[in-house]
């Protein structure tokens, strides 16, 4: 088992910053990757970007430039910096640990873009 904790959202004017973290915790040295994913009212869930544990990244290109993902392994920590904010970034922010077969997920951090 791996137990997710995401913190960090909150409100933010377009063009501001925030980072986001997510705590891992647990059976955590059967992580294979992580991943933020983000989910806005009346929207599917839409993944953001993935980190694996050599820490090869790949983003999602409505994020690609602006957002970072990044690890802290001997924190057990994932961070999401994310950059140049727009109105449509607003959403719930879910992290996702992959271990083997099961998935993982936090319970989320809202993050709101507007002025």
């Known amino acids: 088992q791996v137990q997710l904790v995401e913190s960090g959202g909150g409100l933010v004017q377009p063009g501001g910053s925030l980072r986001l973290s997510c705590a891992a915790s647990?059976?955590?040295?059967?992580?294979?990757?992580m991943a933020w994913y983000r989910q806005a009212p009346g929207k599917e869930r839409e993944w953001v970007a993935t980190?694996?544990?050599?820490?090869?990244?790949n983003y999602a290109d409505s994020v690609k430039g602006r957002f970072t993902i990044s690890r802290d392994n001997a924190k057990n920590m994932v961070y999401l910096q994310m950059n140049s904010l727009k109105p449509e970034d607003t959403a719930v922010y879910s992290c996702?640990?992959?271990?083997?077969?099961?998935?993982?997920w936090g319970q989320g951090t809202q993050v709101t873009v507007s002025s």
């Open positions: 996702k640990a992959v271990a083997g077969p099961y998935e993982y």
């Open positions: 980190i694996s544990t050599n820490g090869r990244t």
């Open positions: 647990g059976n955590i040295f059967s992580i294979n990757s």
